[in-house]
């Protein structure tokens, strides 16, 4: 009976969970302190915290040791987690145009106010294994950071506290418009998507609210396939920008009170939409991306699929129930992975359809006296096992 | 101090917070008075993957009390690893009793099969749903197949039933046959065989439907017509074990398992663990058998 019947199922359990606890420990190579992963594994981090919705380093970085660094598993240790938190207050609206900026670049124009400020990047770097790595020491790390800290010219002047926005920009000359300037109430409404399950069509706050807990490679996935042929437009980036936000909560008083910062990345697309009438005038949509961390790939992707659903066209990244549930990598991640779970009475119910089946065909062969070719009933099995799709 | 605090009960009694609990129980009673149809709920993460029983633990942990006797079975058994550890889970977060015994449980939790015995008044079984939606088959949107269960329109579905018996000369729907509750809504009975679906009918119990991933809950209350969906010359059957006999105790009349030997034979053994080891026992617990129409 395999793994199923066994009476010392429970036995098997524990020595799995062993026996994965001593893969990670076999080596018997330096345990990785939380610290250690919370700032060297920055963009692990930062994405399992955005995909598990659970803003909380050091947290992440437990996470992504116990697992090994599988991010899908982190994010949904974090998911459990949160599940388990005291939901104390709602934030209030984070105001990003008071962001701490790190980088930001847009790709609408050549200069900007404020200027395109490129930040920490991998982008324009040649992805060349860096075999000095290999050797790293503490002396050649405090070396480096010497040399930073040497070439640093502090000036008396205050850094900007803020930059404007490009988008912004673009409103006052009325070629951007607001996205949701005439819609109803209900869909201007601000749900919380933990707290009540998403229903079709969804308010933009419970799409953005999912598409910013999904999971980043099926983000990507998506807004490229809007981009490369299934959808309609090449979105501009009318902004990206990275960098801290701070939070903040309203007391029972009604007083604002700043409960700290987080980092994310912000995108605004802008592209152009297409007008139903024909003597009506052409205008610019906004798609809205923001995610924990800084992980550009998602909030561009984001941004790309915010735009797109709100697009009534046959593509799959214009379906609002097409993108949202598929895109949510824990759910994802759960199902395909149930299907190693036993599954033999279920398979056996369909395979009583098929016999039985068979069993009338061969019958009817026998009546009609007539021997058909054996490959015409292999094809039909193929054809009743189509038939039987609700083997889960 | 505060941190002390913290720390000192990792969890709340039954995992789950007392407020989402209590969503949870609502969002049940209301699946009960309006039986089949599929109330949304906030389905929050548990430690368990998605579609491995999430929405079967928010049900039975919301339902849970110290004085429960909690049994858990998958496809028929009691010793399946999944239902090891979500057993395992439930008694760590609640402290209730657990057991194998059919009869002795207040609460049952099951993957695909209803217990052969026959279950009472004094409990409720929790089925674990995949796919909640039975017009997912015929209709892949959400809002679509919401608003079809709102007008009763269930056209497609009929229309796919009466397709696969033209092409195959049978309605070809193993586990998880549509059933419709009440006269109203057509629903899913979760995966379980044909052999059980009857069993759904005018029973003593009461049977909550939870799926985890998709955030809905149904249900089926005691003593409530469930009619697996049949044409008037086209009957609904249960799985034919015909002439089959259990390997193990030399009964039938169970829904059984094909095992295969190392030698290439194949013998049969009763599916549901518990029932098994009752008839091994000597004593055989009272079942509901249908008996398809000839």
């Given amino acids: 009976m395999g793994y199923v019947a066994i009476k010392g199922g429970e036995d098997a359990i524990d020595n799995a969970s062993r026996l994965v606890e001593y893969e990670r420990l076999k080596s018997e190579s330096p345990p990785l302190t939380i610290e250690q992963v919370k700032t060297q594994f920055r963009a692990g981090i930062d994405r399992i915290m955005g995909e598990g919705s659970l803003y909380a380093p050091e947290h992440a970085a437990l996470a992504l040791k116990q697992v090994e660094g599988c991010t899908l598993e982190g994010a949904f240790m974090l998911r459990a987690y949160r599940a388990t938190l005291k939901r104390s207050y709602y934030s209030t609206i984070l105001d990003t145009r008071s962001m701490r900026v790190e980088r930001r670049i847009s790709s609408a124009f050549r200069e900007i106010p404020g200027g395109q400020i490129l930040g920490p990047t991998r982008d324009y770097t040649v992805r060349l294994l860096n075999t000095d790595l290999a050797s790293e020491t503490f002396g050649s790390v405090k070396s480096f950071l010497e040399d930073i800290d040497s070439e640093l010219q502090l000036s008396d002047e205050e850094a900007p506290r803020s930059f404007c926005k490009v988008v912004d920009m673009l409103k006052e000359q009325g070629i951007l418009r607001p996205v949701d300037e005439d819609e109803e109430e209900e869909k201007r409404r601000v749900v919380d998507v933990t707290r009540e399950a998403i229903k079709f069509p969804a308010p933009r706050s419970a799409a953005l609210q999912m598409l910013a807990r999904a999971e980043t490679g099926g983000i990507a996935a998506l807004a490229y396939s809007s981009m490369r042929g299934f959808g309609s437009a090449h979105p501009t980036i009318g902004e990206l920008r990275v960098g801290h936000v701070g939070v903040s909560v309203r007391d029972r008083r009604g007083r604002s009170r700043y409960i700290g910062r987080i980092r994310v990345t912000e995108c605004e697309i802008v592209s152009k939409l297409k007008q139903k009438g024909k003597s009506s005038v052409p205008y610019m949509s906004l798609g809205y991306g923001l995610c924990f961390g800084h992980n550009e790939t998602k909030a561009i992707g984001m941004g790309i699929l915010d735009r797109s659903m709100r697009v009534a066209d046959e593509h799959p990244a214009n379906s609002q129930e097409f993108v949202l549930y598929h895109t949510e990598g824990i759910e994802s991640y759960g199902f395909t992975n149930h299907l190693k779970l036993p599954h033999y009475v279920t398979f056996q119910s369909g395979l009583d359809n098929l016999r039985n089946a068979m069993k009338r065909r061969d019958e009817e062969d026998r009546n009609a006296g007539a021997k058909k070719p054996k490959t015409m009933l292999n094809t039909q099995s193929q054809e009743l096992a189509d038939a039987s799709p609700e083997l889960l | ?294």
């Fill in chain 2, 1 to 294: 101090m505060i941190e002390a605090k913290k720390f000192q009960q990792a969890y709340n009694y039954g995992f789950i917070d007392e407020s989402t609990k209590k969503e949870i129980r609502r969002k049940m009673l209301k699946a009960v008075a309006i039986p089949g149809y599929q109330v949304p709920y906030s389905s929050p993460e548990m430690p368990i993957s998605r579609g491995w029983g999430t929405g079967g633990l928010h049900a039975t942990l919301s339902l849970i009390g110290p004085d429960d006797t909690f049994k858990i079975i998958d496809q028929g058994s009691d010793a399946s690893v999944n239902a090891c550890n979500l057993r395992n889970f439930v008694k760590r977060m609640t402290g209730c009793k657990t057991t194998f015994d059919t009869a002795d449980a207040t609460i049952v939790q099951t993957r695909h099969r209803i217990p052969e015995e026959v279950l009472t008044d004094k409990q409720i079984i929790v089925f674990q749903v995949p796919q909640p939606e039975i017009l997912r088959g015929v209709e892949r949107f959400e809002f679509k197949t919401r608003q079809m269960h709102a007008e009763a329109d269930y056209a497609k579905m009929w229309v796919s039933l009466y397709e696969s018996y033209v092409k195959f000369g049978a309605i070809m729907r193993g586990a998880g046959y549509p059933v419709k509750v009440n006269g109203r809504y057509i629903m899913t009975p979760s995966p379980i065989p044909r052999w059980d679906v009857p069993n759904l009918s005018h029973s003593d119990t009461l049977h909550v439907f939870a799926a985890g991933r998709e955030k809905r809950i149904h249900c089926v209350p005691p003593h409530t017509l469930v009619e697996p969906l049949e044409f008037e010359d086209v009957k609904f059957m249960v799985e034919k074990f015909e002439g089959i006999r259990c390997s193990v105790t030399g009964e039938g009349d169970a829904f059984m398992d094909e095992i295969y030997e190392a030698d290439g034979g194949r013998k049969h053994v009763i599916n549901d663990s518990n029932f098994l080891d009752k008839l091994k026992l000597g004593g055989r617990p009272n079942q509901r058998l249908f008996v398809n129409p000839s």
